[in-house]
């Protein structure tokens, strides 16, 4: 089976993220997409996220009607903060029968060279990518790279960000998440 890794801290899980997902898991070569719940991406502020685990419920909660679509915890119990080459080599282990790829916006290729031992995940792994509106180029380093794939999925404007200070103004952000994930939001007070 073909997995695409879809990181993020998804605080909260959006539905440009499901739109990406599953427009990923429909018009390529990829037979699942699992979204990487990640407890401390190394270049955040770690105390801006909500628990690993109520991040989870949400990433869950809007992916669970979609077969396609997964959410996963593994990163939860490496050690942290975590590099995206030592949950491949990971996942490699523990799952050898399966293919794994990594989904990342345009504007993560373009810092994609400052990552750790980039080249050996290019060596090992597929990069599906989708565009983002952004102001520079991606580097040339990687154009026409047989390892990365574009994908023509729809640009979606939209982040978790905009949603978590859209919330605390007390504007309505209903519609731009998923039912079960505005629910539980709700239900706890999240972001307020």
Same mark, same amino acid.
């Given at each position: ?34 979204? /990487? ?100 180029? /991606? ?33 309505? /952000? ?19």
């Amino acid at each position: 089976m073909k997995i695409g890794l879809y990181f993020g801290s998804f605080n909260p899980i959006h539905i440009g993220h499901l739109v990406i997902a599953n427009y990923m898991a429909e018009y390529s070569d990829l037979d699942q997409i699992w979204f /990487v719940v990640t407890p401390h991406n190394p270049f955040k502020k770690k105390s801006s996220l909500l628990d690993n685990y109520q991040r989870l419920e949400m990433v869950y909660q809007a992916t669970k009607d979609y077969p396609k679509l997964k959410a996963s915890d593994i990163e939860f119990n490496l050690l942290q903060p975590n590099y995206t080459i030592n949950t491949l080599t990971y996942l490699q282990e523990k799952y050898p029968d399966n293919e794994f790829a990594l989904i990342m916006g345009e504007d993560n290729l373009k810092g994609f060279h400052k990552w750790k031992n980039y080249n050996i995940i290019l060596e090992n792994h597929h990069i599906y990518v989708y565009p983002r509106i952004s102001e520079n180029k /991606v580097e040339t380093q990687f154009d026409g790279h047989k390892k990365i794939h574009h994908i023509d999925a729809p640009i979606m404007q939209l982040s978790s960000t905009f949603i978590r200070k859209a919330i605390k103004a007390g504007k309505n /952000v209903k519609p731009m998440l998923p039912k079960n994930v505005w629910e539980y939001l709700d239900e706890m007070n999240f972001y307020k």
